[in-house]
């Protein structure tokens, strides 16, 4: 059994701050690093002015929908303006294919964690978080309530309660209002907005909600200060460091602090090795599988929101899983569509019915029933996705999807043509099984013995 | 030892009052006592909470990690989403099915071991990620598959 590589790769080291290796699991190991230093500052501080120095800072989220951190702290009422009790929601829920990083920031600095919160908390003037984690995280839960409750112990939690709510599996609970349904004991799925949860989140009160690495970060932004967090990484809009999730066909997968900018193919070559065993690379899943896939001509593109962007490309929550040259990208496609047809929620027709259609488009490509109009038609449906759900989870089985049938148009047209797949059983991902089938199968010694 | 009711009412003790919040730790504390969120179980856990079995029927099927069939002593998930996939978490998931002589979903005769495939786990460092009663194993290939197994059915 192996561990996951969690290292800083370059730059400063603010997330990972003081870890080498050992997991900062108690008190005395995080105050030894200097942990706990920035709350006390910060509680000696106004509160506004701890959200400004986040605002300077141009922190942005990290869970992939990079919204500047410090501005959604100040849209929270402050508590003479509201009579309602104000909430912190911290989004524990890491369930994007390809993401790892919240599970190791818990695992391996998980008083980072709590002292963000608890500045979060002086800063809205909050007295009640939640951290919504997901119930297969069993070690990083017990990791972090054990955090929280020497935190308590030690008296450093103050006026504040920390509640650790364990989820039950379902990767809609990731979308901000899905997880405040499912934090109300209800199914996870979305609400329609406005009202934003800044104004109407948890229980119709104000609630801030951020990414686990977004507020492990806040300790840091205020540890080096916001000028000079601000000048780390891609200024003015991609600053400071973040923990890039590197997978897939990469000699040394992990967890990897890094500044943004930092190029997609530095960071597999040099930091991860490269492709092992000689392979090439044929594509990245870059972001997150909720995004457009990159093509090997965009391999130097900085890992900053702007320059992604420029090129149709998102950083999402810093996944870069490698794809390599024997991978049938219309198994990749299917899997990862299969994925959101499982997850989909089922309240918003075009993501019920259109990650459904997408499958069997898919599959037909796959097994080579499909014809060439039906390449038009898989684009047409992710196009009648896009932008028609109440939120982004139809979007994000659409926008891998049209980018494979795009960006890999001679290889679907390959399966149309010889009526099946040209990589046969060679591809890595052939056969791969999806929970979304598990009601209807065979096992594979039931079809031996037939 | 405390009865469900109690720790229940402790749960719902974090959050406030007048609220749902306790349902699904209430649901997960149930299935830990029961292994399977049965009709009893969840008529419990709905006594427990004050709402109608109907409720917590309609919260529990929303969520993968709920039973609401008997499963084994035991549980095996294996990953199957695409960064295990790329580092064949197939040929793990099909050792454990021929050993098994089960397919995913499905649950050995003898009531021990319950075999599902799960979406991605948050491991892609170290494929393919296996839970095994929910603790992750991490880089397992299909032949550390026996080993495994042995150590379920001496447990």
Redesign the interface.
Known sequence: ?????VRVAEGPALVLAGYDGAPLLTLDAYRAVGGYAQLEQARAQDPQAVIQEVVESNLRGRGGAFFPTGRKASFIPTPDKIAK?IYITVNAD???????KD?EIMLKVPHRLVEGCLIAAHAIQSKHVYIYI??????EYEALQGAVDEARAAGILGQVEI?I???????ICGEETALLE???????QPRSKPPFPAISGV?ASPTLINNVESIATIPAVLAVGPDEYAKIGAPPDSTGTRLF?????VSL???YEAPHGITVRHLIYDVGGGVPDGHTLKAV?MGG?SFPVMTPDDLDTPLDANSLGARGYFIGSGVV?V??ER?CIVQ?AL??AQ?YM??S?GKCTPCRVGTRWLVQLLRAVEEGTARERDLELTLDVCDRIIGKCLCVLGDSAAMPVASCVTKFRDEFRAHVEQGGCPFGADS????????VD??A??????E?AV | MSTFYDEVQEIRGRYPEGTLSAVLPALRLAQERHGWLSRQAIEETAEALEVTPAYCYSVASFYDMFHLEAVGRHTIEVCTNVCCGLVNAQGVLEAFERALEIAPGETTPDGEITLRAVECLGGCATPTIVAVDHRYRQSVTPGDVPAILEELRSD
Do not use: W
């Open positions: 059994m192996t561990e996951t590589t009790p890491e369930s994007e294919p390809g993401t790892f599970r997901r119930g297969e995280y069993v070690a509640v709510h364990r989820g039950a599996g379902a990767y499912s934090l109300e004991g209800k199914r996870g229980y999730c590197l997978s897939g066909n997968p992990g967890v899943m599988s899983t794809i390599d991978t990749f899997r990862v994925f499982h997850e929620c890595q991902l052939a056969g791969l099984f999806a929970p598990q009601h199968h065979t096992s594979v010694a039931q031996a």
